[in-house]
Every structure is written in C-alpha cells, then in structure tokens.
C-alpha cells in the first residue's frame, strides 16, 4: 500500500561514510572549485591534495581550500588508501586512469571521454585493471532528484508515463575554455546529465530522435538541441533545450515536468538559471486526492551538494557500507551510448515530406 504523502519523509541526501578515505583530485578547474571541494567540505570529506600540471594553478586552489598541491603526478598517484577524483577534460581521463595502482576506486567527471570510443577504452580499462569507478553524472544525487526517486518509489506518482525537460536560457560557455573548437558541445557536455537522468528513471529507451544545431550569433559546435527518447507505447519523454535563449530573466526556464498516472511532478534545476551561483531548486509534487502542489522543503542543491552526495556512495561502496556503486562505468558507458545514438540521428536525415502533386 502507499503510504500517506509526506514531503518532509522524502530521503534527499546520502547517508555519510563512517571513516572517508582521502581524496586526490586531478585537475584544478572551475569545477572543483565551485563544486568539488565546496561539497567535500561541508561533508568533512578529507582531501589529500590535487594535481594539475599547472602547478601554479594547482597551488594557488589548494592554498584557498587548505590542502596540498601534489609536485608531480606520481606523488598524487601514491597517496595510500585513496580515492582517486579526476575532474579533468574528457580525453584526459584514460591517460590518468591506465596510471593509478590497480584496484582502485575513482570517480571520473562527466562525460566519460569524449566519444563511445573513448568510453569503451575507459571501461575496458578499468575492467582490466581491477578499477572501481563511476562516472560523476552527479544530477542523479542532486536532493531534489533523489526525493524525486523517493516519491516515485513509494508509489506517489503511479506509473510514470511522461518526462519533458525544458531549458530556455543562456548558458556562459566562455567559462570552460577546453570547449573551444571541440566538434560535440551540447548534448556530450551538458544533456547527456538529463539524459543521464532520464535512464536513471526509466531505465534505457528503445531509442533516440535528435537534432542539435549551433546557433549563427556564436561557433559553439552546438547549443540547441531537441530530442525524443522513445520508450514505446506507454511513456513519452521529450527534451527541448536552447541555450541561446538570451532575452533576460523573465521567460527563461530550466525544469523537468514528470508525470504518473496518479501523480506529477516539477522540478527547477536553479544552478543553470544563473550558472554557477544559481538559484534555488525546487520540486513540486501533485498527489492523486489533494488540492494542491505542494513544494518539497530542499535541504541543499544540486551544486554543490550533489557531488558529495555522488562521493558519499563511491566512498561507502569502497568501505563495504553500500553494497552498490550507483552510475558505475558500466551504467556510464550506457549513458554514452545514449549520447552517440543522438548525435548520429542528429546526422541522419528526417522523414522527408512529399513533394507537392504536380497535377
Ligand atoms: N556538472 C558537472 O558535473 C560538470 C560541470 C562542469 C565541468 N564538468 C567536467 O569537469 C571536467 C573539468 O571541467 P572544468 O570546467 O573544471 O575545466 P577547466 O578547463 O576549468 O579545468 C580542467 C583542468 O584539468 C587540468 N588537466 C588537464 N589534464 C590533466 C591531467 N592529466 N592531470 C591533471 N589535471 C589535468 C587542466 O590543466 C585544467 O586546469 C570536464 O570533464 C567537464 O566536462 C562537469
């Protein structure tokens, strides 16, 4: 039976490692300073220091977040015991991976490389190696997403049947400068977390219709994409993403619309709205009998508390705590496949129409 609706009972947050193993992140990016190290602070997660080969770079981070900045990559790679974070540009995560002593747990930032090719070599490599890894597709962890999965799991929405994503806005791409004259950029890098999430709730879909174009204000490789998942008869799942949707505030959006057949839910996804300080998620959820949506009570967002979230589960699945690596390479590798299948529909032909009759 479904229990009584209660939106304070929704589980939104990861329970914590008993004793966290220390992390070694490579790569001194934007992202680990908005929200790698952000969310392993204010989880009490110890960080043992990071790599970058712009040590300059490496040191100054470490010096704001009172950790070390490794001289060489050996030095980070024999940290005892350690959980290797590597939040570094796609390509790079092979290279890394080959090098850490075998049977390690790592994470790896999203995407996992920069192609299928690339995603099979990662897998392949971590199989041989013996290397625990997930893919740090963190959207998953967000609290707003977890309570999401809550409700869904104790029977608050019924079968779920419908998911849209709609995004309308402007996204600072000038922010990661490793994008520049990459030919895959909206769909590899940013749509893929909603995709992501989408198989995390619905599993793989039989299919995928996509096109994702650029835009002629800009030589972003792609900022606009549309997408249809296709999961049969029963549920429609549908993406409609425009970055370039630069016109203020007012009419811009980014939120998922998940419908059952007995509930719905809203979600804001804030960060994206006003990247990266964002504003606050939100998830509204409709229950078969009330009145009204209520609005869930958030406890944090999806930056930065995702991510230690996501950390949560790969650190308690190396201490034996969970008994599952959630969004694991494997499933990661699934997600690419998703990604590839998108954009080779993108470069396939529609359904042509016919030609006007000539008589
Ligand atoms: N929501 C998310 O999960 C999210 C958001 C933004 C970026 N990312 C991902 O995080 C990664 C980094 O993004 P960013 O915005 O921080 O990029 P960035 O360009 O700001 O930083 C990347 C850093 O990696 C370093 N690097 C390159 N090769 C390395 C190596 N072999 N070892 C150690 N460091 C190395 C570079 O010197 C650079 O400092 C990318 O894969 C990106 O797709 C994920």
Partial sequence: MTEVFDPIRLQQFWPRPAKPRPIVIFGAGSIVGDAHLPAYRKAGFPVAGIFDPDLAKASALAEQWGTTAFASESEALQTA??????????????????KLPEGSFALLQKPMGSNLDEATEILRLCRARGIK???NFQLRFAPMMLALKDAIAKGHLGEIVDFDAWLALATPWGLWPF????????????????????????????GVH????????????????????DYGDRIRCALSINHDHDFGRRFQACEFRISGTNGAAYLKLGVNLDYPRGEPDELWIKTEGASDWVSVPLEGTWFPDAFANRMANLQRFASGEDDRLVGAVEDGWQTMALVEAAYQSSASPATPLSPLPKE
């Fill in 81 to 98: 015991g350690a959980i290797f974070d590597l939040a570094t540009p796609p390509a790079a995560h092979a290279a890394i991976l080959s």
């Fill in 133 to 135: 890894a997930a893919v």
């Fill in 179 to 206: 994008l520049k004259g990459l030919p895959r950029i909206e769909i590899a890098m940013h749509s893929i977390h909603y995709l992501d999430v989408v198989r995390d709730l619905l599993g793989n879909p039989l």
């Fill in 210 to 229: 996509a096109k994702t174009i650029g835009h002629p204000n800009h030589d972003v490789a792609q900022t606009r994409t549309a997408a249809i998942l």
